[in-house]
C-alpha cells in the first residue's frame, strides 16, 4: 500500500510474490524473504501475509489472474494450517519449530497466540472474496464457511466479556493470558469481530496508544502501527494519526530513515542492533494521503474512493497532495484562512468518490470539484 502511492507499477510486487512462492517449506509454509538459505526464516505469520499480498494485488489492479495462478501454492500453504498449525482446541497453536514474529514487541507467544488467528481470519475472508470474483464459487463458499467457523471458535475462547476486549492468547495449560494488547483489538477490528465493541475497543486501547498515554499491555511498533491507522482512519480518527505520525516518525528524519522500534534508537542506548532502512518509514506516505489529503481507496484498483480530508489540525493550515492509481492521478488541495477551507478534488476518469466534509451533506463526486466549506 505504501509503494502503490508512489508509483503504480505492480511489477515488483508481482516478482515478489512470485520469489517467495518458490521458496517453500514441504509442508506449504513459505520463507520470510527472498531469495535466501536462511532456515531460520519461516515464519507462520508471514506465510499468511503472503497470501494477503495477493489480495494487494487484486486491489490495486482488480485483477485476479496472480491468484489464479498461484492457486496450487495457496492450497498447499492451506494444508499446514489446517493440519500441524492446529492446536487440539482448533485454533492456530504456537509451532515452535518455526519463528513467530508477529511483531518487534513484547506480545506473548504462547500456545495460543489470538493475533495469528485473527490474521488467519482476515486471510480466509480474502481467500472468500478472492475465489468469487475468479469464479471459484465452491471454493469461495468454503472458505466463508472456514472464516465463519474460525471467528466463531476465536470468539468463544479469546473475548473477555467482562473486559470488553480480546485477549492476547492462551497458555500451554489453556488458561486465558492476562493482556489485552493494541494488536489484538486492531486486528479483531479489521476482521470485523464484535462490531458492536468496536468503538469501546478503540477507545479502550487504540486511541489511549496514539495519544501516547501509558499502557501497560504490548505496543505495537513502527512496523505494524500501519494497521492501527488503517483502523482508526476507518473510524473517524484522521487527527490522532496525524498527530501520532508527527510525534513518533519525524524525529526519525534526522537518521536519514526509520527505526525499527519507536525510539529504540534516539540515542543509541540500546544493546541490540537495529536497522534504520526499513519499509515502513513509507507508512506516512499512506496516511498522511488519507488524513491530510483526505484520499482512501474503496474500490478495487482504486474505481472508488472516499474524501474526507482533515482538516482541523492546528498545525497544518494547507495540503496538497497526488496519488497515482491505475486511472491516473488523483489530486487533492486544501488551504485554510480564518475559519474557511477552499478544497479541490481532481479525479481520473473511472474514478468516482464519496464525499464527507464538514458542514455538508455527504455526497459523490467524479472529475473536477471545488468546495468551501467552514472549519472549526
Request: charge should be neutral.
Given at each position: 500500500?505504501?509503494?502503490?502511492?508512489?508509483?503504480?507499477?505492480?511489477?515488483?510486487?508481482?516478482?515478489?510474490?512470485?520469489?517467495?512462492?518458490?521458496?517453500?517449506?514441504?509442508?506449504?509454509?513459505?520463507?520470510?524473504?527472498?531469495?535466501?538459505?536462511?532456515?531460520?526464516?519461516?515464519?507462520?505469520?508471514?506465510?499468511?501475509?503472503?497470501?494477503?499480498?495477493?489480495?494487494?494485488?487484486?486491489?490495486?489492479?482488480?485483477?485476479?489472474?496472480?491468484?489464479?495462478?498461484?492457486?496450487?501454492?495457496?492450497?498447499?500453504?492451506?494444508?499446514?494450517?489446517?493440519?500441524?498449525?492446529?492446536?487440539?482446541?482448533?485454533?492456530?497453536?504456537?509451532?515452535?519449530?518455526?519463528?513467530?514474529?508477529?511483531?518487534?514487541?513484547?506480545?506473548?507467544?504462547?500456545?495460543?497466540?489470538?493475533?495469528?488467528?485473527?490474521?488467519?481470519?482476515?486471510?480466509?475472508?480474502?481467500?472468500?472474496?478472492?475465489?468469487?470474483?475468479?469464479?471459484?464459487?465452491?471454493?469461495?463458499?468454503?472458505?466463508?464457511?472456514?472464516?465463519?467457523?474460525?471467528?466463531?471458535?476465536?470468539?468463544?475462547?479469546?473475548?473477555?466479556?467482562?473486559a470488553g476486549l480480546f485477549r492476547d492468547g492462551l497458555d500451554d495449560a489453556e488458561r486465558p493470558l492476562a493482556s489485552w494488547s493494541v494488536h489484538s483489538q486492531t486486528a479483531a477490528i479489521l476482521a470485523n469481530l464484535r462490531p458492536e465493541h468496536h468503538a469501546a475497543m478503540a477507545a479502550a486501547r487504540l486511541l489511549p496508544f496514539l495519544q501516547g498515554r501509558e499502557l501497560?499491555?504490548?505496543?505495537?511498533?513502527?512496523?505494524?502501527?500501519?494497521?492501527?491507522?488503517?483502523?482508526?482512519?476507518?473510524?473517524?480518527?484522521?487527527?490522532?494519526?496525524?498527530?501520532?505520525?508527527?510525534?513518533?516518525?519525524?524525529?526519525?528524519?534526522?537518521?536519514?530513515?526509520?527505526?525499527?522500534?519507536?525510539?529504540?534508537?534516539?540515542?543509541?542506548?540500546?544493546?541490540?542492533?537495529?536497522?534504520?532502512?526499513?519499509?515502513?518509514?513509507?507508512?506516512?506516505?499512506?496516511?498522511?494521503?488519507?488524513?491530510?489529503?483526505?484520499?482512501?481507496?474503496?474500490?478495487?484498483?482504486?474505481?472508488?474512493?472516499?474524501?474526507?480530508?482533515?482538516?482541523?489540525?492546528?498545525?497544518?493550515?494547507?495540503?496538497?497532495?497526488?496519488?497515482?492509481?491505475?486511472?491516473?492521478?488523483?489530486?487533492?488541495?486544501?488551504?485554510?484562512?480564518?475559519?474557511?477551507?477552499?478544497?479541490?478534488?481532481?479525479?481520473?476518469?473511472?474514478?468516482?468518490?464519496?464525499?464527507?466534509?464538514?458542514?455538508?451533506?455527504?455526497?459523490?463526486?467524479?472529475?473536477?470539484?471545488?468546495?468551501?466549506?467552514?472549519?472549526?
Amino acid at each position: 500500500a505504501n509503494t502503490f502511492h508512489l508509483a503504480d507499477d505492480t511489477r515488483l510486487l508481482a516478482r515478489g510474490i512470485r520469489s517467495i512462492a518458490r521458496q517453500e517449506v514441504p509442508n506449504g509454509l513459505t520463507y520470510g524473504h527472498a531469495p535466501t538459505n536462511s532456515h531460520a526464516c519461516i515464519l507462520p505469520d508471514f506465510s499468511i501475509t503472503w497470501v494477503l499480498s495477493l489480495w494487494d494485488h487484486y486491489w490495486q489492479t482488480g485483477r485476479t489472474d496472480l491468484f489464479v495462478e498461484q492457486w496450487p501454492r495457496v492450497q498447499r500453504l492451506l494444508g499446514y494450517f489446517r493440519g500441524e498449525g492446529r492446536g487440539a482446541n482448533g485454533l492456530l497453536r504456537y509451532d515452535r519449530r518455526y519463528w513467530l514474529f508477529l511483531d518487534w514487541s513484547t506480545l506473548p507467544k504462547e500456545q495460543t497466540p489470538t493475533l495469528l488467528n485473527l490474521w488467519y481470519i482476515i486471510m480466509l475472508d480474502r481467500l472468500a472474496r478472492l475465489a468469487a470474483l475468479a469464479g471459484m464459487t465452491g471454493e469461495a463458499v468454503e472458505f466463508e464457511r472456514q472464516r465463519d467457523n474460525h471467528a466463531a471458535l476465536t470468539d468463544r475462547l479469546l473475548w473477555d466479556a467482562q473486559a470488553g476486549l480480546f485477549r492476547d492468547g492462551l497458555d500451554d495449560a489453556e488458561r486465558p493470558l492476562a493482556s489485552w494488547s493494541v494488536h489484538s483489538q486492531t486486528a479483531a477490528i479489521l476482521a470485523n469481530l464484535r462490531p458492536e465493541h468496536h468503538a469501546a475497543m478503540a477507545a479502550a486501547r487504540l486511541l489511549p496508544f496514539l495519544q501516547g498515554r501509558e499502557l501497560t499491555d504490548p505496543l505495537p511498533s513502527s512496523f505494524w502501527v500501519h494497521y492501527v491507522y488503517e483502523a482508526m482512519v476507518q473510524a473517524g480518527h484522521g487527527r490522532e494519526v496525524i498527530d501520532h505520525i508527527r510525534r513518533n516518525y519525524a524525529p526519525m528524519i534526522p537518521s536519514g530513515g526509520a527505526w525499527e522500534i519507536f525510539g529504540w534508537n534516539a540515542d543509541r542506548s540500546s544493546t541490540l542492533v537495529w536497522s534504520n532502512s526499513h519499509a515502513w518509514s513509507a507508512h506516512p506516505i499512506k496516511h498522511l494521503a488519507a488524513t491530510l489529503g483526505g484520499i482512501t481507496q474503496t474500490g478495487a484498483a482504486w474505481r472508488r474512493i472516499r474524501f474526507a480530508p482533515v482538516l482541523d489540525d492546528p498545525q497544518v493550515g494547507r495540503a496538497d497532495v497526488t496519488v497515482p492509481t491505475p486511472h491516473g492521478l488523483i489530486r487533492a488541495a486544501w488551504s485554510c484562512t480564518e475559519g474557511q477551507a477552499e478544497v479541490s478534488l481532481d479525479l481520473p476518469d473511472g474514478v468516482q468518490a464519496a464525499t464527507v466534509l464538514p458542514g455538508e451533506a455527504p455526497g459523490s463526486a467524479a472529475g473536477s470539484a471545488r468546495w468551501r466549506v467552514r472549519v472549526g
